[in-house]
């Protein structure tokens, strides 16, 4: 009876793995096409109508591509290259300036799903940007500074998250371009709002053209560093202001101990942090910067940014904590001291870039300074 038993159980488990093979062989598909989107690229904002491109390989057995945003699905195409336009009029209700999820799923001429690539995520922008209607004049005062220029409170009000995102993603295609970042993150959108309002005072341009040479020879001809991270850093440490605050000196607000410490005020000569013409600050601070960003970052001055003023030892101790992603600023950047620094690097580089849009009238775009060392 015992044998008997045994012999029936082992057929059923024989008979059960038998059935599921089948079933797995029926279902699955023999079609190794690949898809991923490489157009739009994550970050981009959808403004226009915008095709879809693939890097796609061994495309001949596939059917139908079907297109998703974060889950639903928005189209599909059984026509090779197998791409679709969006258009983001299609989708008025993501335009929020958050992420929205791009995918898209393979399928066989079975129906058989055969591959599902990583999403992209993408901003979606509908508005429509109208002209401003002039501003009455009273009294016939047309030459009013009042009505000429708006204080720097109310033109903010009209400097959206939006506009943010966009001044931000122009800031950083200045810099190194081995370096990607996702500024969709409505948080840190935020943030950098908000510290915008700190950097946007008129003759901040002015003040920067003194030390242009002094900056763009320590900065890039000597330590071939980013064009812009001498005079963003300045500008968001300083706002070019040479006002001793503490222990700290120069444009960049460093401390005479720890850049004798680590031996960055070697080309200084006589010259002190807080010498007028800032020789002495800019290579002294460009020497440091040298050593964070290609040292510790890898080339990456936006990160090298962030830790300003840490040993390098302990800017890769910091490093070290961080994932190997860091495309995400806002959810990599999680220490207070570090998102601070960040947040007023990027408030004061879209300021400086686009004072007009601030209300600065009498103010230039940093770059104008910089463009020829770019």
């Known amino acids: 009876m015992l044998l008997v038993a045994g012999a029936v159980c082992g057929l059923a488990v024989v008979c059960i793995a038998a059935a599921a093979i089948f079933y797995v062989t029926r279902n699955s598909s023999s079609c190794q096409a690949k898809a991923s989107i490489t157009k739009p ?9 915008t095709e879809v491109e693939l890097d796609a390989e061994d495309m001949q057995c596939v059917s139908t591509a079907v297109y998703t945003l974060d889950g639903e699905e928005i189209g599909r195409t059984a026509e090779p290259p197998f791409t679709v336009t969006l258009d983001p009029k299609e989708f008025p209700e993501m335009s929020d300036g958050l992420d929205h999820s791009l995918q898209i799923t393979l399928f066989d001429e079975q129906g058989n ?12 922008e509908t508005r ?26 109310s033109q903010n009000k009209k400097v959206t998250l939006i506009d943010v ?21 409505k948080q840190f959108l935020e943030e950098v709002q908000k510290k915008t309002s700190e950097y946007a005072t008129e003759g901040y341009f002015q003040r920067a053209a003194q ?39 120069g444009l960049w607000k460093m401390s005479g101990d720890f850049v004798s410490a680590n031996g960055y005020n070697g080309p200084c000569g006589a010259e002190t942090l807080s010498d007028p013409s800032q020789n002495c600050a800019a290579k002294a601070s460009a020497l440091y910067m040298k050593a964070i960003v290609f040292g510790v970052f890898d080339g990456d001055s936006i990160y090298g940014a962030a830790v300003f003023g840490k040993s390098t030892q302990d800017a890769g101790t910091w490093k070290a904590s961080l994932p190997a992603d860091r495309s995400d600023i806002w959810n990599t950047v999680r220490t207070p001291e570090e998102r601070d620094q960040i947040v007023r690097f990027f408030a004061a580089g879209i300021v400086g870039e686009n004072p007009q849009k601030f209300g600065l009238t009498k103010d230039h775009p940093l770059s104008e300074l910089y463009r020829i060392a770019m």
């Open 113 to 124: 799903q055969v591959s599902q690539n990583s999403p992209v995520l993408l901003v979606f």
């Open 41 to 49: 690229e994550a970050g981009d904002t959808i403004i226009t109508p």
């Open 165 to 185: 995102q966009e001044m931000s993603n122009r800031f950083v295609k200045q810099f190194s371009p081995n370096f990607k970042y996702n500024l969709n993150n």
């Open 128 to 153: 429509v940007v109208m002209k401003a209607e002039p501003t009455p004049q009273r009294n016939g005062s047309s030459n009013s500074s009042q009505q000429q220029q708006p204080t720097n409170n």
């Open 211 to 249: 030390y242009r040479d002094a900056i763009s020879v320590a900065y890039v001809r000597e330590n071939n560093l980013d064009a812009p991270l001498g005079f963003v850093l300045a500008m968001s440490r300083s706002k070019f202001v040479l006002e001793k605050k503490g222990k700290d000196e």
